[in-house]
């Protein structure tokens, strides 16, 4: 069954919205949201029609949206991107509150910093009915909706009350805990009933999917086909598997040898040489779940430790700021700054700088063209429902150079084996894999990443797509032949 047969019907739900307007000095700016899930599926909704629903977050969404509803992409319109709007208050309790200081830091097991509160729940939980009305107005019959995410847990259920007819995907983007943690949550039955009123449930990694299954039989004792990965709720049967999520990799190739990012990347290189070191990229949103201090003290234990490597490496660090709206991300940036700034106090000398920081978002094919200029990427995320930065940098290596150290607790780390893998908490291991990474043979460098990119070819954003919307499909069509 090809990927396209929902026949125009498929409705992509998520909290972002793909094309956002913003008031400016000279009128409106349109952006485009970057990131996996909107550059696979703006595509596919192109090509087929359908609709997208999302949060209209922008500050002139509402005057580019008449009646709700704008027709995207701007130039040459495809499909409609229907917004939902939100009060303030409802921003602050299902977006700040309920999903960012709850549902994320529980899911990344960071337990400290979780809070929950029933004024915020009970927030996320009109939210999530809006949306749910919303596309249950749209939904043709028997039509398919692709939900997303943390912010959206309810919305498969109330969704599936208001039109059975409707075959749901909804894909979990980040880790999902083991129970003794998940159990913290005040309504953690209600979310993981919530999510049950998909008919496809899609996880990053086998783990995530174990622990699902254990919420179920342990929070809701419903009990779980394991083997199958199936669970039947009354009538409604959901199946629960992993879709590791992935990149464009030939995307990303054709990016980095079109001749203006050549030119960026040979301009990287270049000053790279003149200071003779090597450089080791870092690119993260400023979000504690990254590891960004965690991997200051880890160079800091690096230099120290093996001496021989200062003044032969710089460590570049694209750091965004993000949910500054939270005071706990406003901190961390902060911190981040003056140990970055400490760890130069300390090392740096006669021209070479160790960290050097860009604070800012950089365009995508620059981005990638700065990964192909990298000898090393470091990714350090104390969790990570995936990790795409890691798949993206392998994606970049076109001349199979780059090495790759990799935390082991992101999702990439299961299928990326030959990283250079280490434990995040420990600055000792992270601080040897870097003098592995360093004294590596380039026979040894090149067999890696080779292997590395193969398994992407093997594995795109493509290949997810495709998989989640067959078993989508595959229910929709028992759907409409009673
Ligand atoms: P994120 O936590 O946002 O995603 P990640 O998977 O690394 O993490 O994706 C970040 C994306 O933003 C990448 O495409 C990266 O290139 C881009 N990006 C980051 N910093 C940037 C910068 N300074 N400039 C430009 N681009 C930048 C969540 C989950 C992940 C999961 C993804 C997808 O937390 O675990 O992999 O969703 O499912």
Known sequence: MAVEDHRGSLIVVTNREPYIDEKAAQGIRRLQSAGGVVSALDPLLQRSGGAWVAWGSGSADRETAPGGVRMVPPIDP???LHRVFLSPEEVLGYYNRYSNQGLWPLSHMLIERTQFSREAFHLYRRVNQKFARRVASLAPPNGSVFSHDYHLALFPRMLRELRPDVAIAHFWHIPWPPFTL??????????TRGLLGADILGFQTPQDVDNFLTAVERGLKIPVDRTQGVIQ??????????????????AIEHMVNTPRIQRWTAGIRKRARNHHVSLAVSVDRADYTKGLLQRLQAI??????????????TFLQVVVPTRTEVRAYRRLYDQFVDASARINDKYGD???????HIRRSIDRPRL????????????????DGMNLVAKEFVSSQIDNQGVLLLSEMTGAAQELEEAFHFNPLDPDDVAEQLH???IISPEDRARRIKSMREHIHD???YDWITRIIRDLNDVAHTYATP
């Open 300 to 313: 800091d234990k690096f230099f120290a430790q093996y001496p021989e490597h200062r003044r032969r490496i």
């Open 368 to 383: 990638m063209g700065l990964f192909r200029a990298a000898d090393y990427a470091l990714v350090s995320s104390l969790f």
């Open 233 to 250: 709720v009354g009538t409604h049967r959901v199946v629960v598997r992993d879709y590791p999520i992935s990149v464009d990799i030939t």
């Open 182 to 191: 998940f159990r913290l949550c005040p309504q953690h039955q209600e979310i």
């Open 350 to 356: 006669r021209g070479w700088t160790p960290m050097v």
């Open 436 to 438: 592995r990474a360093a």
């Open 459 to 461: 594995h795109t954003i």
């Open 78 to 80: 495809k499909y409609p």
